[in-house]
């Protein structure tokens, strides 16, 4: 099989490649990081701290 | 070992959603690689560094000159998505990826929709109404009509499902940069968002340089040559060029009438992603459908992203707070956009040939010609003054 030297490592580990439990937890970490940044900028305006 | 098997080593080593981070030893060389990709790509706030990609083309600029008072390389669509692509993808091409960084540049599947997210504070609707109802209206139809049309079109031409999709949310929205936000909705390759977007920007750059032919054509007064161009061609500053190309207070009036696209992409881009979703979860054994890939029901981020896009409408999110989180979607993007441009070798690319190309151009003609009847006709019944 061809390996895909861009993506693709000697292990059979594919970082394109984004499925399954994986994926909804790639999604969840982003949302919960996403949501706290945006959170804690708005509130601390909100508190005068900038 | 197959990826299907990584996956389950995934499934079987797994202990909480922290684990699609790995460990730190394992990531940190991609990460750097992400980091100092982003940081000589553009000007990133906070890093003073002014060895970029993006000076280097303000400098070429320069030395260009403007066309129609708008610089060369803008026009071209360079920004903080697409100089760490465009970076991305000469070092992944030249130099290859070293299979040390491929752990930490997996984490572009995270800061895509942390990214997409982050944009929502970005979308004010009520901004839009200061444009007064008729533009507003005209506005969102043209996001509809533009995306449904390329849809039906790249359905037609037999395009991939997956760039059909890319390329109706980048043209509707008027901004190349959705081509990237689609790619986790529609679960598009790499490949077809750089073709897509390349589709776009290069649609934008030729229809700008048409525009002024066809605004005298149709007699439009320069004010609503200006609406045209910031619906019709979209993309900040080739809807600049395209309008100045008219003269100047269409320029100004580009300007002006912008926000009516701007503040409404979301709902460009949601539309394309739920039409697509649909059509998947409909037609789920066809050979044809590909878009949406294994997404079974809406994804909570999008969720919160519209939630968080009510919050703005709202006026939650007030500046300079906008501000800032709109800075962390710069970090945000730059750093995606390093990983994915490290991903694409060329051919991957150019495989795709023209059709998405001639799909941009014959929506975004159509779009372009309705739009003058349509503005033309509003002018004659008195509906725009």
């Not at chain 2, 990531?27 to 003073?48: C, D, E, K, R, Y």
């Not at chain 2, 091409?93 to 572009?108: A, E, M, T």
Request: net charge neutral; with cysteine; glycine share 10%.
């Amino acid at each position: 099989m061809n390996r895909d030297h861009h993506t693709l490592d000697q292990n059979g580990f594919d970082y394109m490649e984004n499925s399954g439990r994986e994926e909804q937890d790639r999604d969840t970490v982003g949302m919960v990081f996403a949501l706290i940044l945006m959170a804690v900028l708005t509130v601390g305006q909100y508190m005068g701290l900038y | 070992m197959t990826s299907y098997s990584i996956s389950l080593a995934y499934d079987t080593d797994r202990r909480s959603i922290w684990s699609c981070l790995y460990s730190f030893r394992e990531v940190l060389p991609g990460l750097l690689a992400m980091l100092f990709i982003a940081i000589f790509s553009n000007n990133m706030p906070g890093v003073p560094n002014p060895f970029t990609l993006e000076n280097l083309f303000v400098y070429l600029d320069n030395v260009i000159g403007p066309i129609n008072g708008q610089p060369f390389f803008q026009i071209m669509n360079s920004n903080f998505v697409w100089n760490p692509l465009l970076l991305g993808l000469l070092i992944g091409n030249f130099f290859g990826v070293p299979d040390l960084w491929k752990r930490g540049l997996s984490y572009i599947h995270a800061l895509m929709p942390l990214g997409i997210l982050m944009l929502a504070p970005h979308f004010m609707i009520g901004h839009a109404f200061k444009l007064g109802i008729v533009p507003v209206l005209i506005s969102v139809g043209a996001i509809f009509f533009t995306a449904t049309l390329t849809l039906y079109l790249s359905r037609l031409f037999k395009l991939d499902d997956r760039q059909g999709a890319t390329l109706a949310g980048a043209l509707s929205t008027g901004d190349p940069h959705v081509c990237a936000i689609m790619m986790p909705m529609t679960k598009a390759r790499g490949g077809q968002v750089v073709h897509s977007a390349i589709c776009v920007i290069l649609f934008g750059a030729l229809a700008s340089m048409v525009f002024p032919f066809i605004s005298h054509l149709f007699n439009m007064p320069e004010k609503y040559a200006g609406f045209a161009a910031a619906l019709g061609i979209g993309n900040g500053h080739q809807a600049l060029s395209a309008a100045f190309g008219v003269g100047y207070e269409a320029g100004r009036y580009a300007h002006y009438f912008d926000i009516g696209r701007h503040v409404f992409m979301p709902a460009g881009f949601l539309y394309v992603f739920f039409i697509m979703l649909v059509r998947k979860l409909r037609h789920p054994e066809s050979p044809n459908v590909h878009a949406t890939g294994s997404i079974q029901k809406v994804p909570l981020y999008i969720l919160a992203f519209i939630a968080c896009w009510g919050l703005t409408c709202l006026h939650v999110f007030k500046e300079p707070t906008h501000h800032q989180i709109f800075n962390l979607v710069i970090w945000d993007f730059s750093l995606a956009a390093g990983a994915l441009g490290l991903s694409i070798p060329f051919k991957e690319i150019t495989r795709h040939g023209l059709k998405g190309f001639a799909v941009t151009c014959l929506s975004g003609m159509i779009r372009l010609v309705l739009l003058f009847t349509v503005l033309g006709l509003c002018i004659k019944t008195g509906l725009l003054a």
